[in-house]
């Protein structure tokens, strides 16, 4: 990873564990320093020690994303430095169930999360990445994004927000120097994934998220992950007649089903 133009700090939201943890590492190798965001201070500080151990200049800061002075927070450990890489990786579900039936604060967090959290973040440390002319913005999205969901329709909503604004704002930003890129994920093992119960066997490893990520920031505005199955899931799903047969026939399955799922689009992949 270019450290002259996507350095020397890099902010990763969501970068206590799993793919957030992986990008960090990586970074980490390659010469960056880390502010890393996440709620959990046990995790963060364990990665940072890791880190710090292999000479990375790293802070932290434990906060909630779905909180309104997020962004002060965040901004008050990182207005003395230069944020010269943003990761938005943090936004995933953890609470099925139809929308008029689940509790407010549960839909509104999950759209704090991604939608304004993603907007906040992207306003602030782009307009500083623009002006510099350098920079990157990596902004987490999901296959979900291409699709409404039953028992999903915040999270898939606010996927589908994330993958149009990171396609608008990489027009934007580009002509100006700053690469963005939506980084769609499709089935990977994470701790969250683990915490909700779901069979991981089968998922992706959050390392080749990240490297696939990096590897393809100034191949924006979209990278879909490549797991076997990814690309050939979003050409059914986003197709533009035939809405409501295509949302029964491939809505997200119960978390039970997920590892079924992932298997059967890997085999119908399979060259
Ligand atoms: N795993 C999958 O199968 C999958 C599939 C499609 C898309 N994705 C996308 O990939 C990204 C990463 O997913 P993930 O499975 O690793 O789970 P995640 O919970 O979105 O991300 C984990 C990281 O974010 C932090 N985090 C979560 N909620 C936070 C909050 N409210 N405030 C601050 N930090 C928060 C976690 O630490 P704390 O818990 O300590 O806060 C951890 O560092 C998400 O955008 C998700 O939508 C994942």
Redesign the pocket.
């Known amino acids: 990873m270019d450290l002259n133009k996507y350095g020397p700090w890099a902010l990763v ?9 992986a990008f960090a590492r990586k970074l980490a190798a390659d010469g960056f320093k880390l502010v ?5 201070p046990g ?2 500080e364990a990665l940072a020690e890791e880190l710090r151990a292999e000479d990375a200049e790293v802070r932290v800061l ?5 909180q309104p002075e ?1 962004l002060d927070q965040v901004r008050a450990v990182t207005d003395d430095i230069e944020v010269g890489l943003l990761i ?7 609470t099925r169930g139809r929308f008029v039936e689940l509790p407010r604060e549960v839909t509104q ?1 999950v759209i704090a ?2 939608v304004v959290g993603q907007a906040d973040f992207a306003r602030h440390y782009g307009a500083l990445m623009c002006r510099r002319g350098r920079g990157g913005i990596i902004l ?5 994004g291409y699709m409404g969901s039953p028992t999903l329709a915040a ?1 898939t909503g606010a ?1 589908a927000f994330s993958r149009i604004f990171s396609e608008a704002l990489w027009a934007e930003c580009q002509p100006l120097g700053v690469d963005v890129l939506h ?11 683990a915490r909700l119960d ?1 069979d ?1 066997s089968v ?2 490893a ?1 390392e080749k ?1 990240a490297q696939e990520a990096l590897d393809n920031i100034a191949n924006g505005p979209v990278w879909i992950v490549s797991t076997p199955g990814n690309l050939e899931r979003v050409r059914k799903i986003s197709v533009v007649d035939g809405r409501a047969e295509i949302i029964r026939a491939f809505a997200i399955p119960p978390r039970d089903q ?1 590892a079924d799922l992932q298997r059967s689009q890997s085999e119908q992949a399979a060259p």
């Open positions: 939201i969501g970068g206590s564990e799993g793919v957030g943890a890393l965001v996440a709620r959990k995790p963060l434990s906060a909630d994303l779905a997020v938005y990786n943090a936004g995933a579900n953890n967090s999360i991604t987490g999205g999901s296959l979900s999270y996927k980084l769609n994920i499709g089935f990977t093992a994470t701790p969250a994934m779901i991981i998922a992706e959050p998220v997920m």
